[in-house]
């Protein structure tokens, strides 16, 4: 066997005898491969098309769109968009070659090329899709020059992108005339639906189109559209691309289609979804198009009724429970109604929330173990330094329950349970919720908060709601379908959600409205109503397993109404749409939480039974938190057989006495059942031979405000009031002006007094029983 060379090299020997046009042609592609490496890094190739952001419902159908920076309709397609039937319509008329070539047909090319030459006119085009596409993204005049650029960018193209992902550049910026391109764009404003679908008569209109969309043009010659249509109809069924009968069928089928307005649904929502993520092309949101479209059905013809009563403005939200997302989104009740500002977004407005805190006060209260919801508390006058709350229609109750004052929504038993959980720790609350406005001044605010001084927004509400709904759970509301589950913060305990719950769903209320006791579609849900002051808003949120809605009903004017009010111009639209969206729920109701439980309590003060309590009743609490302390609504007293007189451990005589019960009430009531001339049972006056003076039970000054200035009118001669809350046996007070005194008078009596002068002046008030108390305050005269 001959030995080889040491640099012997095959390859050189079939270079050497290889004919020489085969090493010319692979010199050829090693320089045109260097050369196209060169362009490509010379000339890279951007893909940067401005689409029109898009607004979507749940089910990926199109509810508002904007045009592009360009000022185009041209929405972007996605992959699961594109339909089969279009796809190989478009590609059996423009380029069935397309999944086989590199971006350029060679053959296409040759053919046109000697058809041009030998012709001298253009009868043949060899422009491929994926040429097609290097076109739109770079227009240029038609020369031989900028079709070599074309062809180049066409190579690019098949070298950074997939065959799928050009067919899609291409379906996405084809022309249709005007400023309409893309096929999705085609589809929603001509024929307002989805690409994928498109019948196959429509699929073949816009294939059609694109070679001439400035003569055809749908709406103007859709007689002559259909001719080019039905022609390449006939050309699919000599190729045998689709089934005869669908064929046939989109032959007979009539265009009748025109250039219709982008949809606008939900304006309102469109536009924050917009702003708030104006990069996306296409915002995937949670909003359902049924639900919405039944609000807003619902919404604007509730409003048509109103305007008589010149209130002209709604909001309304809502949110599924279950899943955190915003199903419907109503920012006015007409956003075309520029007359009374119907582009105002009433949800994410600032307006005063009337009552609609009180349920998340009672709550804290619950799991703060101060209340459970048969305590008893106060309703009757009551002045916090020159404060005094009233009631919606200025009556007092007396002695109420926590549940009666919050199913009624009686003021002033809000105004003390805010006083006795604490304004601060309520606003951390409300923090905890993220309200805004309470993260910005709520170190300002005072006990007028719970009635409505405060501000909040129409979503924070309904948020705040939905933690109700969610065992106390509070998470914030998700806006897009691929928003992930975000932390949770339990702001409320599962107990005391729950009895809030069974709270709001009585029916014995005054804020159920008129003839609502009659109708049989009410629905089983849980809400509360809430006015501002000046009837300038009107709130009703209620829910139920699967939604919480919010209503908002007034003027973005901010001009009150004398008919506004929550229960009459909110509440109607409320039931509505729970039983428009979700009638007859088969989800059932909120079930007992296993941290709270039943006791037996007083009937008369709502505490746990004592040996005297005769009136018994079953209530709510949760174990270890709620008071245990036993109920002290009577009082033993010593007094002499003939119930003439009382004792005290002081004065008790060796015999001659007995042990009486007698009603524990506190001063502020008894000041109520006398200003109201209430009977009730009073303790016997003390032994008048008794010298001890007593320091509990003081008289409490209630007016005038301690601590307070008053600016008065002196040629008016304005006076002063002076009241004070005495304990039940007391029967006189004596009233001092700096030390001197001015007069006597039955206990919880009104007197009044005229300042002289401008100063401080010292207020006192001493009982019959020698217990004394001092206020000052300040005059000073205008």
């Not at 085609?186 to 429509?202: I, N, R, T």
């Not at 009748?256 to 649904?265: C, F, I, N, Q, S």
């Not at 007016?703 to 008016?716: D, K, R, T, V």
Request: net charge positive; hydrophobic share 35%.
């Amino acid at each position: 066997m001959p030995t080889q060379h040491p640099r012997y090299n095959p390859s050189h020997r079939l270079l050497k005898y290889s004919k020489p046009w085969l090493r010319y042609t692979l010199y050829l592609m090693l320089l045109l491969c260097l050369a196209f490496v060169t362009l490509n890094y010379l000339y890279p190739l951007k893909v940067n098309i401005p689409y029109s952001p898009v607004i979507t419902a749940s089910d990926g159908s199109v509810i508002n769109a904007f045009l592009s920076r360009d000022d185009k309709w041209r929405m972007q397609l996605e992959p699961d968009e594109i339909n089969p039937v279009l796809k190989k319509a478009v590609l059996l008329k423009e380029d069935k070659y397309f999944y086989y070539h590199p971006g350029i047909n060679p053959f296409a090319i040759t053919r046109a090329l000697a058809n041009n030459i030998f012709q001298n006119k253009k009868t043949s085009g060899a422009s491929t899709i994926t040429m097609q596409v290097a076109r739109l993204l770079y227009p240029q005049q038609r020369t031989y020059a900028n079709k070599l650029m074309e062809m180049f960018r066409a190579l690019q193209l098949e070298w950074y992108y997939s065959k799928d992902e050009i067919l899609q550049l291409y379906l996405n910026l084809v022309p249709f005339g005007g400023n309409i391109e893309g096929v999705k764009a085609a589809s929603v404003l001509y024929f307002q639906q989805s690409p994928k679908q498109l019948s196959l008569a429509q699929a073949v209109t816009l294939t059609v189109i694109p070679n001439k969309p400035s003569s055809l043009r749908i709406g103007e010659q859709n007689e002559r559209i259909v001719e080019f249509r039905n022609k390449w109809l006939r050309y699919y069924l000599a190729q045998q691309a689709f089934p005869v009968s669908d064929i046939e069928d989109a032959l007979l089928e009539p265009l009748e289609a025109r250039r219709l307005d982008a949809p606008k649904v939900a304006p309102h929502f469109a536009y924050r979804m917009y702003r708030r993520y104006k990069n996306q092309p296409i915002i995937k949101t949670t909003l359902s198009l049924q639900v919405q479209e039944k609000v807003e059905q619902l919404a604007y013809n509730y409003m048509q009724r109103l305007r008589y009563q010149n209130i002209h403005n709604a909001a309304v939200l809502v949110i599924n429970n279950q899943t955190k997302a915003v199903e419907a989104y109503l920012g006015s009740a007409d956003f075309n109604d520029f007359a009374h500002h119907g582009q105002v977004d009433g949800i994410r407005a600032v307006r005063s929330p009337g009552s609609t805190l009180k349920p998340f006060l009672y709550a804290t209260a619950f799991d703060k173990g101060l209340l459970t919801p048969k305590a008893v508390i106060t309703d009757v006058p009551v002045d916090y330094a020159g404060y005094r709350p009233q009631n919606y229609f200025g009556n007092y109750n007396g002695n109420v329950t926590i549940a009666h004052a919050l199913a009624t929504s009686l003021n002033v038993p809000a105004v003390k349970v805010l006083d006795l959980v604490g304004v601060d720790a309520f606003v951390q609350k409300l923090k905890q919720a993220e309200f805004s406005e309470m993260k910005r001044k709520g170190n300002q605010l005072g006990l007028s908060l719970i009635l409505g001084g405060c501000d909040v927004k129409l979503e924070e509400l309904t948020l705040l709601y939905a933690a109700l709904a969610n065992q106390g759970r509070y998470s914030p509301v998700k806006w897009l379908q691929q928003d992930s589950t975000q932390q949770e913060a339990q702001i409320l305990s599962p107990g005391s959600a729950f009895m809030v719950n069974q709270i709001l769903t009585q029916l014995t209320r005054p804020d159920l409205p008129h003839n609502a006791h009659n109708s049989p579609n009410l629905p089983k849900i849980a809400w509360k109503t809430g006015t501002s002051y000046g009837r300038k808003d009107a709130w009703s949120i209620g829910y139920n397993k699967k939604y919480t809605v919010g209503v908002w009903v007034g003027n973005f004017s901010g001009e009150g109404v004398p008919e506004l009010n929550g229960t009459d111009s909110a509440t109607p639209l409320l039931f509505d749409i729970f039983n428009s969206i979700d009638y007859n729920s088969t989800d059932g109701w909120f079930q007992q939480p296993k941290d709270i439980g039943l006791r037996v309590v007083c009937a008369e003060s709502g505490s746990p039974v004592n040996s005297f309590c005769k009136n018994q009743v079953l209530d709510n609490f949760i174990p270890g938190i709620s008071s245990t302390q036993k109920c002290s609504h009577l009082k033993n007293i010593t007094v002499s057989g003939d119930k003439r007189y009382s004792y005290c451990t002081s004065c008790l005589p060796p015999t001659g006495f007995v042990q009486q019960l007698y009603p524990n009430h506190a001063p502020e009531l008894l000041t109520f059942y006398d200003a109201e001339r209430i009977p009730y049972q009073q303790i016997p006056a003390h032994n008048p031979s008794c010298r001890r003076i007593f320091k509990e039970h003081a008289p409490v000054i209630t007016s005038p405000a301690a601590g307070m200035e008053y600016l008065l009118e002196q040629e008016e001669r304005q006076q002063l009031m002076l009241h004070s809350n005495t304990h039940n046996e007391v029967k006189q007070v004596y009233w001092y002006i700096n030390d001197k005194f001015l007069r006597a008078t039955p206990a919880n009596e009104k007197v009044f007094f005229e300042p002289q002068k401008s100063g401080r002046y010292k207020i006192s008030c001493t009982d019959d029983r020698g217990r004394n108390t001092d206020s000052y305050i300040t005059v000073r005269f205008l």
